[in-house]
């Protein structure tokens, strides 16, 4: 399988990362980072962007949001 990385960087510096199969849509792709950063900025003080270690980073609907953009295999 070849893979694709989505990448989406917003002007306020905060950015994600997408690996997907080559078949994965690429607007859905960008549905999912864009959902992502949104509400990680949302529940992420901005303060605490740029010291942050992605260990720490307390985004619990992180799952659930891959969870509901995923495609499932049938």
Do not use: C, M
Not at 16 to 43: G, M, R, T
Not at 48 to 54: Q, T, V
């Amino acid at each position: 399988n070849r893979y694709v990385a989505h990448v989406y960087l917003r002007d306020d510096h905060l950015g994600a990362i997408l690996f997907s199969e080559q078949k994965y849509n690429f607007n859905a792709a960008h549905l999912v980072l864009n959902k992502v950063l949104y509400d990680f900025s949302h529940e992420v003080p901005k303060a605490n962007w740029p010291i942050i270690k992605e260990y720490e980073a307390k985004f619990d609907d992180l799952k659930k949001i891959l969870l509901d953009f995923q495609v499932k295999k049938t």
